[in-house]
């Protein structure tokens, strides 16, 4: 009997041993250099300026040799272009009030329902196979943007479940080896970079008076963008006397314009 037991026991450590060897290793996980040069591009590609060590492209976008990529991701809301694929493949993972499509009116964007925990499975896996590819095409981070979709959904959404389900992102990043940032969501403080947010990608944050939300917790790993259309170029440089010798600050067209095309601007400091 007493060696029936330790028959088992070997087995046992065997079976977890081999399964442990089976596993795919997590990779190491490098956060973006505090305040490296900044350049947002998720409106279109171009090649940056030699003094740029931070690249944010769309994740149909290849990365930059050379630089820190950072892989945009609409993970809590659908592309205006992809509304018809989601419809198709996916309609039980999109926001309704009172049978209609919950929209995101300023960018014309449906959001995407995290309101259960078995939703958030299934939106996870769809959004985790972009991230994956964007660890597989060579970027070092992934920014899943619209984590604030629940203060658009006419209270069908609330924070905590936005919370659950990118936590569900950050853990699929990490395993990936890709740094994760948030993106915006001044309302969650600390609770971040608690749950596993490795910067802070903060928009018009000079504006709204909410800059230390950002730099509390991330410190100088925060890369601000300041807008032409909101507050300007005094606004601009308001941001960069307060804070651009400790953060990364740019200032950009609403639209992301590609270089050469559009409303297309660009500063540093």
Known sequence: MRIASIVRALLTIALLAACAAGAPAARAVTPPPPGAQFDYQIGGAYTPAPTVGIVDRDRTDAPVPGKY?????????????????WQSRHRSLLLR?????????AWNEMLLDTSTAGKRRALAAVVGRWIDRCAKAGYQAVEPDNLDSWTRSKRRLNMAGNKAYASLLIRRAHRRGLAIAQKNTPELGGAGKALGFDFAIAEECNVYHECGSYTGPFGDRVYEIEYTDNGGEANFR?????????????????????????DYTYQSC
């Open 97 to 105: 009030s009172n049978g209609r499509y919950v929209v995101d009116s």
């Open 238 to 262: 308001a941001a960069c006397a307060a804070r651009g010798s400790s953060i990364s600050i740019i200032y950009r067209d609403r639209d992301v314009a590609s270089k050469g095309s559009g």
């Open 69 to 85: 990529n950072v892989c945009y991701v609409n993970a809590f809301q659908t592309q205006p272009d992809a509304a018809r694929w």
